[in-house]
């Protein structure tokens, strides 16, 4: 799709204001078309960029994007600036008009795509190639199955569902509407639950399932295991990045934020909104309270309450975190200057046993 600025303008419910007056030997020039959306550095003529915060205004001047998407009026700028409310907002919606158009996904069951006989499905379901169905399953109206996934005996998934290639949904899981799995992902496997018994590791049966509420996003290749008894759950809106593992009888509140190599622990309780940030590791039985955010690399080994902020590995109290970080910086200049107080130190030891 290619559109001019003042289309995308409209279509963004921008004000559209060109900035410093157009030379004379480019005001016959073609109006351009814009038919992306690019980073400031790298956008061209016929790319849409933005700007949301003050740091990177300065790198407009420099950039060559037929307009940006801005939040004010930016002074001194020979560039048409599409003014919003919101930045984030108007980025999503112009990335939105600018999709590539791929080939659409269509209702119908692929010939090679194995289903039992006793499997339900909603109008408008579209199964893909190679995927195998097994007994109870129901799949609500148009989700999509992509290539090569499985699922279960007894599971369940709700409407405007989408299972990217090869998704594995264990047996009797249960899947809300409009939940998202990319590919790769794995849900309902045996949890990690060993007991040391007779000099060997015997495995826990795991006979509970696994609970994902609606709106649910999950990146790809994440592991979401199956509960002991009862349920693991993800509760609705929460988005999980890439290569997350969740363990057996977790309790994930909604709207939560979990980013990429987190690793939670068995039973923990997370509230609403809670944000988990990259390579966060939080060991079994605790629980967080709701809005409460864990900076990245933390290891948090004990419960916080609702908005606490912890970082760090073991994680502390984020302002805490920050006096250990400084004092670990001036560590260098903190031994050097010990070094010289020993030696002062030293030599006057050295001058009162002289004396005597």
Known sequence: MRLTIAQLAKRLDAELWHGLPAREDTAKMAVPRISAVGPVETADESEVTFVSDDKHKASLEGSRAGAVIVTERLDGLDKPQLIVKNVNAALIEALNIFTP???????????????????????????????????????????????????GENSKLGKNCRLDSNVVIHHNCRLGNNVVIQANSTVGSTGFGYSFIDGSHRLIPHNGGVVIEDFVEIGANCCIDRAKFGNTIIGAGTKIDNLVQIAHNVKIGKCCLIVSQTGISGSCKLGDGVVLGGQVGLVDNIEIGDGAMIGAQSGLSHSIAAGQQFMGSPALEKRESFRIFGLLRRLPKMAKLLKQLIKRVEKLEAAEDDKE
Do not use: F, H, R, Y
């Not at 080939?103 to 499905?121: E, H, M, S, Y």
């Not at 109206?141 to 499985?150: D, E, F, L, R, T």
């Open 101 to 151: 158009k791929l080939k659409a996904v269509t209702a119908g069951i692929d010939p090679t795509a194995k289903l039992a006989q006793n499997v339900k499905l909603s109008e408008g379901v579209s199964v893909g190639a190679g995927v195998v169905i097994e007994d109870g399953v129901e799949i609500g109206p148009n989700s999509v199955i992509a290539s090569g996934c499985k699922i």
